[in-house]
């Protein structure tokens, strides 16, 4: 079966400080997707990145990187030098066999990042 | 433009009533989605869509039925609302882009739903 664990509920920082948000998946498949998402407290649900199983290459994209790691299952997620407006719940997503086709995604418990001024 | 929209944003009823929440979206997308997520923000799929077919039904009650009459709408009806169906209701759409291409889940902003 497929799992996503975030093992962090809750992480405080403060502000300019890196923080790492862990995500570890276990599936059987070959082919899949993982995501990352971020809820601010407005609600609303952000797509940040998306990445497939082929391609473990990290990615960075201004102050957030990513690193994927097949032989871990891992794919953990660092907002360098972090701000107020970082604060939210970040969500690690893995997608099931038939994503495409009607297929869903599961998600990880959510980790809640607080950055204090 | 909304890429998803649902609506109403929140809803606030009591319980043994019956209500509908509307989605749509403008992106041309084949698959549609219906996520809750609860009071600890677990997020869980409830129904999927493909080219207005029920692909997924999650174990969700039967009270809940899903409608999809074109590939761009899927809303969602409640019947006899219980104070445990209170939770935020996602809307969301991807599209297969081609061979072992496929999109991320576009949100819709959620329908927070509160039974009193």
Redesign the interface.
Known sequence: AQKVTQAQTEISVVEKEDVTLDCVYETRDT?Y?L?W?K?PPS???V?LI?R?SFDEQNEISGRYSWNFQKSTSSFNFTITASQVVDSA?Y?C?L?DP????????I?G??T?LSVKP | DTAVSQTPKYLVTQMGNDKSIKCEQNLGHD?M?WYKQDS??????MF???NK?L??N?TVPNRFSPKSPDKAHLNLHINSLELGDSA?Y?CAS?Q?QGP?D??????G??T?LTVV
């Open positions: 082919t997707y995501f998402y809820q609600g609303e649900l797509f998306r497939n719940v969500f997503a997608s038939f994503w495409g086709q009607g297929g869903k995604l998600f418990q959510g809640e | 698959t989605y600890k923000k677990f997020l869980k799929i999927s869509y493909n077919e692909i997924i999650e935020v996602f991807s297969d072992g496929y999109t991320e889940a576009f949100f902003q959620g927070r």
